[in-house]
């Protein structure tokens, strides 16, 4: 995409009053959905989405099930009301992607093997979408399956970096998404130091592609703190600034 | 086609016999009495790229609703209407035994449900968004995606629909040179009443409200009742496959309609409409 | 050598560094320990390990569960352990050897929603656990007030030796049936007692994780409270049949206690 009008004004301030460097607003709340094994609600930006964990349980249908290791399914799926035009409910063809695409993200992290013949089923619904709601699918996934008490080697934070007015800016918002020259949605484990998703939409040189790399990583470290604060919140209220020992 | 089930919860014997006891002694095992329902909680424009919205929690049970707006055809035969589609989805999030797919009968009902309550007493007045007779007409989405199970999504729902229409801005539309133009103001929906659905189960003899998750999985049946401002009833329906008597019925009518007027104070108060 | 008494982690944190041995919810990764689960983190001489604090129940064989029974097949019924897994229970475990089903009608026993008290007998990665009621204190629940917790808080519930949950029993006149799995039944002959009891097990549950519970759960309950806490001593199996199904979840404990330096991965 090639853009048609500059996205960044004179004080190098972008559509929404953020920096190059600047992350929208990031809440995060673990445990929402009382039904549920698992769950976290994430405001990001305007994104709304809740995302909720029911697993380890049995599969069905019975020949689903893998002898050696759980079966991880995932959903990503908009509310009719999310985007700017109705969405008709039934699955779309970037809903079917995104689903593929974050489960790939988040099952590097897992240990599935702990859960021979069993499943995790990953529901991500959003509520409301502003650019960016796969990596804020994927953060609030990550918190949720932590809350849900599935073993993982390390949480995975997400973030988007792209070209603005040939700058490259970290957490792409909606307009930078629809106008901007490339949006790069990035997952990371944040102590494991690996990539688990990556995708490109645009033109960037191979200088661009890698600081765009850097500034995503860069996100997604900031991400984590929040994800991580949700957990240390819901588990040990206030009690996590007294009680660390060593 | 329509085919018996085995039950998706089954409930421990021993909770069905605590359940049994505490309702012959007037209270159920949340505390609450047979004719007491759950708080309500509302929280209008939750969504604001939505032209209204609401997420509603009657106990547990969780609801978003959203009003879209935009214009289209008629229906047939109503050339003079605008057009009201209302859709409702229960999220596999909201609980262990919802399985992604397409509906299935009892959202089918549910949604089919909420909307005869909603359409039938007249709630928004179709009459006012007409932009060309025939052609061209308001077309309004309300769609609800029901976000946590715990009973009574009859009620939950059509809660979330009326005080996301009451929290709507409508945009205006106007035909300039042939094409549909939005003028970029803003106005209330044209709403006329405000429909209260009521629902009770049946519990051996005793008629109870708002049942819980648990509480419908011992139900022996189910009625909804819809009424309007006026008091009228606008829309009914009976579930699961039990039986009522005249009288159970008859007595199930009075509580909605008293129940049915609280509600709907409680719905302008926490909506802050006077309507 | 460094010991760590208390630590919040999440999963991914680095618990400690150097030759630590991972005891559970724990995998080494280079020279540091990593914690896999939400929970409090030691380490010390014996190793290093999580202790979970949230998470469904995953069957181990050995321990006393409560179930609830969902169908049954010509051979068997089909347990709802609160777990991923079904469990099964043989129609053999309950009838003896010679069980036909042409002749003995499994519903005389027991019945779709009834709930039973039984043992883990055997389960690995291959098969869906199997149960037995054969042992004393096994069997079907009759009656009782039914509260389900979250497993990871069953060992917080029962305490030291049984201390916790004796400390509930004796101030409430109750008895408290608990499965590993985090289902309980509460009897008694007091609904107060009764009433109270429920409140002080939603008590442990809720701050499992914290500090000076025994103390809160102890003034819930308006029992006076010593500074220093003596165990009550371990009541012998030939005393009355209370005592048995107290013991076998607090057996469950204390080998629990014990294996938790020497079993591999835990729950």
Redesign the interface.
């Known amino acids: 995409m090639t853009q048609t009008r500059n996205l960044i004004d004179e004080n190098g301030k972008r559509t929404d009053g953020r920096t190059t460097d600047e992350l929208r607003e990031i809440r995060i709340t673990a445990g929402v959905?009382?039904?549920?094994?698992?769950?976290a609600f994430i405001e990001f930006g305007?994104n709304?989405i809740?995302?909720?964990v029911?697993?380890?349980?049995?599969v069905?249908p019975k020949h689903m099930a893998l002898?050696?290791r759980c079966v991880l399914r995932c959903?990503y799926?908009m509310?009719?009301?999310?985007?700017?035009?109705?969405k008709n409910?039934?699955p779309s063809r970037r809903e079917v992607e995104i689903s593929k695409v974050m489960r790939e993200a988040l099952e590097p992290t897992l240990?599935l093997e702990?859960?021979?013949?069993?499943a995790i089923?990953v529901?991500v619904?959003v509520?409301?979408?502003?650019g960016g709601s796969r990596c804020a699918g994927i953060t609030a996934a990550s918190v949720a399956l932590?809350?849900?008490?599935?073993?993982?080697?390390?949480?995975v934070s997400a973030c988007a970096a792209g070209k603005v007015d040939d700058k490259i800016v970290l957490d792409i918002n909606d307009t930078e998404d629809k106008e901007g020259g490339a949006d790069m949605p990035l997952a990371y484990?944040?102590?494991?130091e690996k990539v688990t998703l990556l995708q490109l939409d645009g033109i960037l040189t191979e200088e661009e592609f890698n600081k765009c790399l850097d500034k995503a990583i860069k996100g997604c470290i900031m991400v984590y703190e929040v994800q991580?604060q949700a957990?240390?919140q819901k588990?040990?209220g206030n009690?996590?600034e007294l009680?660390?020992?060593? | 086609m329509s085919s018996s089930k085995r039950s998706t919860v089954i409930v421990e014997h021993l909770r069905r016999q605590q359940m049994w006891e505490s309702i012959s002694r007037g209270k159920r095992l949340d505390g609450r009495n047979l004719d007491e329902t759950r708080v309500i909680e509302i929280e209008p424009g939750v969504i604001k790229k939505a032209n209204g919205s609401a997420r509603v929690k009657l106990g547990n049970s969780e609801v978003v609703a959203g009003v879209k707006v935009e214009t289209g055809e008629p229906f047939e035969g109503l050339e003079n209407k605008g057009a009201l589609i209302l859709s409702a989805e229960v999220l596999p999030i909201a609980s262990p035994y919802v399985e992604p797919g397409p509906p299935d009968e009892e959202t089918i009902e549910l949604a089919r449900v909420v909307d005869r309550g909603i359409r039938e007493s007249e709630m928004l007045d179709l009459n006012k968004l007409v932009l060309k007779p025939g052609e061209i007409v308001y077309v309004i989405f309300v769609d609800c995606s029901v976000v946590n199970a715990d009973g009574n999504l009859f009620d939950t729902t059509s809660y979330a629909v009326v005080s996301a229409l009451i929290n709507s801005k409508m945009p205006v539309f106007e035909i300039r040179d042939g094409k549909v133009v939005d003028t970029g103001q803003k106005v209330d929906p044209p709403i006329t009443t405000l429909p209260v659905s009521v629902t009770a189960v049946r519990i051996g003899e005793s008629l109870i409200l708002d049942p819980n998750a648990e509480e419908e999985a011992c139900m022996d049946a189910r009625i909804t009742i819809t009424t309007n401002s006026d008091r009228c009833f606008t829309a009914v329906q009976k579930g699961s496959t039990g039986a009522f008597t005249v009288d159970q019925l008859r007595r199930a009518a009075e509580t909605a309609k008293i129940k049915g007027d609280e509600i709907r104070t409680k719905l302008r108060e926490l909506t802050n409409v006077g309507r | 050598m460094q010991e760590i008494r208390r630590k919040y982690v999440v999963p991914g944190d680095r618990i400690i560094d150097g030759n630590f041995r991972p005891l559970f919810n724990v995998i080494k990764a280079g020279n540091s320990i990593i914690a896999t689960r939400v929970g409090i983190a030691e380490a010390g001489r014996e190793g290093v390990k999580v202790i979970p604090l949230s998470g469904i129940y995953i069957p181990r064989v050995n321990d006393v569960v409560i179930g609830k029974i969902t169908d049954h097949s010509s051979l068997s019924w089909e347990v709802d352990i609160n777990s991923c897994f079904s469990a099964h229970l043989p129609a053999q475990d309950v009838f003896g050897r010679d069980f036909s089903p042409a002749r003995d009608d499994m519903g005389s026993q027991l019945t779709i929603g009834d709930l039973i008290t039984a043992r883990i007998i055997a389960f690995d990665r291959s098969r869906d656990p199997m149960l037995t009621v054969q042992d004393k204190d096994l069997g079907k629940v009759p009656r009782g007030e039914f509260i389900k917790i979250s497993a990871t808080r069953v060992p917080r519930l029962i305490g030291k030796r049984g201390s916790m949950i004796q400390t509930i029993e004796q101030s409430t006149r109750t008895r408290i049936l608990i499965g590993q799995n985090g289902i309980i039944v509460v009897t008694g002959k007091d609904s107060d007692g009764i009433k109270l009891a429920v409140r002080a097990i939603r008590l442990v549950e809720e701050e499992a994780h914290t500090a000076n519970l025994t103390q809160r759960v102890k003034s819930l309950l308006g029992v006076s409270d010593p500074s220093r806490q003596e165990p009550s001593p371990i009541p012998k199996p030939q005393n009355v049949q209370k005592n048995d199904e107290l013991q076998s979840s607090i057996q469950g404990v204390e080998e629990e206690l014990k294996e938790e330096v020497e079993e591999g991965e835990r729950t």
């Open positions: 959905v009382k039904n549920a094994d698992g769950s305007m709304k809740v995302v909720a029911y697993g380890p349980r049995e069905h002898t050696d959903r799926h509310s009719p009301f999310s985007t700017d035009t109705r409910p039934a240990m702990d859960y021979p013949r069993a089923d529901y619904e509520l409301q979408a502003d932590a809350d849900a008490g599935i073993s993982m080697r390390d949480i484990m944040p102590h494991l991580r957990l240390m588990y040990f009690e996590s009680r660390e020992e060593q």
